[in-house]
Nanobody, 126 residues
Framework: QVQLIESGGGLVQAGGSLRLSCAAS????????MGWFRQSPGKEREFVAA????????YYADSVQGRFTISRDRAKNLVFLLMTELKPEDTAVYYC???????????????????WGQGTQVTVSS
């Protein structure tokens, strides 16, 4: 019933931009914190960005600060990740994550999120 589906991944050149989208269904996540994580082969899934469920507070990993922007459309159950100035090291599978409804405090911890999408591949070439 609950699904998070990412889209917008693809192949881009270094320095380019890409916008990822996450569509949630099955229940409303309007008051739930949402996050983006990424994972490269042989590495642990790492935090990228998060958005509070109750305010416009956001938080970013140091590696993407100033380049990525997380936003959301609560009414439509959508979350976005605008990625600019992309680098080859940004190459990874990107996952959308949601906390349970009512849990609005953002977190950088994987285990704080109860729902996950299946991921979308982002490849940045040099």
């Amino acid at each position: 019933q609950v699904q998070l589906i990412e889209s917008g991944g693809g192949l881009v050149q270094a320095g380019g931009s890409l916008r990822l989208s996450c569509a949630a269904s099955g229940q409303s996540f309007s008051d739930a914190a949402m996050g983006w994580f990424r994972q490269s082969p042989g590495k642990e899934r790492e935090f990228v960005a998060a958005h509070s469920g109750s305010t416009e507070t956001t938080y970013y990993a140091d590696s993407v600060q100033g380049r990525f922007t997380i936003s959301r459309d609560r009414a439509k159950n959508l979350v976005f990740l605008l990625m600019t100035e992309l680098k080859p090291e940004d190459t990874a599978v990107y996952y959308c994550a949601a906390r349970s409804p009512g849990y609005g405090w953002l977190s950088v911890q994987r285990n704080a999120y109860d729902y996950w999408g299946q991921g979308t591949q982002v490849t940045v070439s040099s």
